[in-house]
């Protein structure tokens, strides 16, 4: 027992490390692990691409998932079942640069460089193109005025639309049963939009609008959806000079229809994990239904996953109807940025996480009860975010030593003078030496407990640590636990006064350090 009491003087304070160490852990793997929204799933790796563009996705013949996208070696397509399990994986051997672009449905297999449009089954040169629109079932593609459909079965193409100059903006989307194309010419009147659809081969106007924007502001990107004879429109601009110097991005949004005209109010994407706004919202897919607006779009808002930075781009999903705020919700929350998110499913999301090594990585997450349990594992990427995380905190949080110098400097200066003036108190070890020491200690920390416990620093603390007066809570609490293992080690080892008190703020010093410390910067 005696032994025990003697080695508390060394194992007590390595045991309050420890004990830090993994309270910190756990809380950071609590955040890294965080799931993007209530009932939907933490993300699952499906793949790594050294591109940033969407990956082709389609659905095979069986219900399995194919997900293609661009490697070192050329293009690789992966099949899986609907649970992630990868059912098979091909290779393709195609020559790839920053402007490759896939698509890979069934045996059909394209590729586009950033002149001509190739079969990738005989690397044979089908056409020469400006634009490459490839879809889930469907492939488009540009040359000069003219848009042509590639039939994929034949191999054949046709001219569906002829527009009107070579600066005319073409958009195409496909829904899970219809495609729509919008083309949009641009005069010193404003923006002149045309909706066409194509089924079958033929192609039918639809209608048009027209829109206008402030004259300090500039289109950055416009999406469109239809159904029927209704649309949903949704436009981004960019303040051409801003008064702080930043980039200033605004959002439009209307739903009419072709009778109509068009009447665009301002929007504002809030952050659901934050009270802030969503800031840079693009890639954006839209879908319209008789309920509004649906967007699936990445964006810079809050995440905990990371060290020291607080926000990042993820991807998200917002329900539009007119006249009322957005439902935002957050469906990716990781600590890359990420990019490019698509609709594999109505309940499953693909992405692309940007890598530093340029090695992105192809993720995925859903709301189906058994993608949330297979991706809640730990993974060891998982564990490595989170150990790095902890032993970030738990480094900067050693700056807190610093700080408390402020707080032993009093009792040090105190030893100080009462050396040099009563030293026959030091001499015959004077217990009241050590108590008003530790008094004018913890005097200190009461009086100076800003500097630690100050509202800016406390800001990212948990709530077991920060609530109404729990500095002075944890100040003399760590306070009688200090005691307490100062007496267990000297019940058995006689200290000077001295001694005892540089060991009391010591451990005091420590504990702080360990629990407030990761939280002070």
């Known amino acids: 027992m005696n032994k025990l009491k003697k080695s508390m003087t060394w194992i007590a304070p390595i045991l309050i490390v420890i004990i830090g160490i993994v309270i910190l852990f756990n809380e950071n793997y609590q955040e890294v692990t965080e799931a993007p929204s209530e009932g939907w799933s933490?993300?699952?790796q499906l793949g790594s691409t050294p591109n940033a563009s969407e990956p082709s996705l389609s659905t095979t013949e069986d219900g399995d998932y194919s997900v293609s996208f661009i490697t070192n070696d050329g293009a690789k397509q992966l099949i899986f079942d609907p649970t992630f399990e990868i059912v098979s994986d091909e290779n393709f051997d195609i020559k790839v640069d920053k402007f490759t672009e896939i698509y890979l449905n069934g045996d059909v297999f394209l590729y586009s460089d950033y002149y001509a449009m190739y079969n990738g089954n005989?690397?044979?040169?089908?056409?020469?193109?400006?634009?490459?629109?490839?879809?889930?079932?469907?492939v488009f593609y540009r040359q000069d005025n003219r848009i042509y459909q590639l039939h994929t079965d034949t191999m054949e193409s046709e001219e569906i639309i002829n527009v009107e100059n070579e600066k005319t903006e073409v958009l195409i989307q496909q829904t899970e049963d219809q495609t729509h194309i919008a083309t949009n010419n641009i005069d010193q009147s404003g923006n002149h939009l045309t909706f066409y659809k194509v089924k079958d081969g033929s192609v039918s106007e639809m209608g048009t609008t027209d829109f206008t924007i402030n004259a300090i502001e500039e289109i950055?990107?416009?999406q469109f959806a239809l159904n029927g004879s209704e649309y949903a429109l949704l436009v981004q601009t960019f303040q051409k000079q801003s008064?702080?110097?930043?980039i200033q991005n605004y959002y439009y949004y209307d739903e009419s229809n072709f009778n109509e005209a068009l009447e665009l109010g301002r929007v504002e994407f809030m952050d659901p994990a934050s009270s802030m706004e969503l800031k840079e919202i693009s890639d954006v897919e839209m879908n319209y239904t008789p309920q509004g607006g649906e967007l699936l779009f990445k964006a810079f808002g809050s995440t905990k996953s990371m060290f020291q930075e607080s926000a990042q781009f993820n991807v998200y999903e917002a329900?539009?109807?007119?006249?009322?705020?957005?439902?935002?919700?957050?469906?990716?929350?990781?600590?890359?940025?990420?990019?490019?998110?698509?609709?594999?499913?109505?309940?499953?999301?693909?992405?692309v996480d940007r890598a530093s090594d340029g090695e992105n990585n192809i993720l995925a997450s859903s709301s189906r009860p058994e993608i949330i349990d297979k991706a809640a594992t730990m993974t060891m990427p998982v564990f490595l975010q989170a150990l790095g995380k902890t032993m970030g905190m738990f480094s900067t949080g050693l700056f807190a030593i610093v700080v408390s110098m402020i707080w032993f400097i009093w009792p040090l200066l105190f030893l100080c003078v009462v050396m040099f003036t009563n030293s026959k108190a030091m001499d015959n070890d004077r217990p009241w030496v050590f108590y008003a020491g530790a008094f004018i200690y913890l005097g200190a920390a009461t009086i100076f407990n800003d500097f630690m416990f100050g509202t800016n620093g406390m800001a990212s603390a948990p709530d077991y640590l920060?609530?109404?007066?729990?500095?002075?809570?944890?100040?003399?609490?760590?306070a009688i636990l200090s005691f307490a293992i100062l007496q267990a080690g000297t019940s058995i080892r006689k200290w000077s006064p001295a001694v005892e008190l540089s060991y009391f703020i010591a451990i005091h010093v420590i504990c702080i350090t360990m629990f407030f410390g990761p939280y002070l910067l």
């Open 220 to 222: 950055k990107d416009i």
């Open 466 to 478: 920060v609530f109404p007066g729990s500095s002075y809570i944890y100040l003399i609490g760590f």
């Open 319 to 351: 329900k539009l109807t007119e006249g009322t705020a957005p439902d935002v919700r957050r469906l990716s929350n990781t600590p890359k940025s990420s990019l490019e998110p698509a609709w594999l499913t109505k309940d499953t999301v693909i992405w």
């Open 122 to 138: 005989t690397g044979e040169k089908i056409t020469d193109i400006q634009d490459f629109y490839p879809l889930k079932d469907q």
């Open 243 to 246: 008064m702080a110097g930043k």
């Open 42 to 44: 933490r993300e699952i």
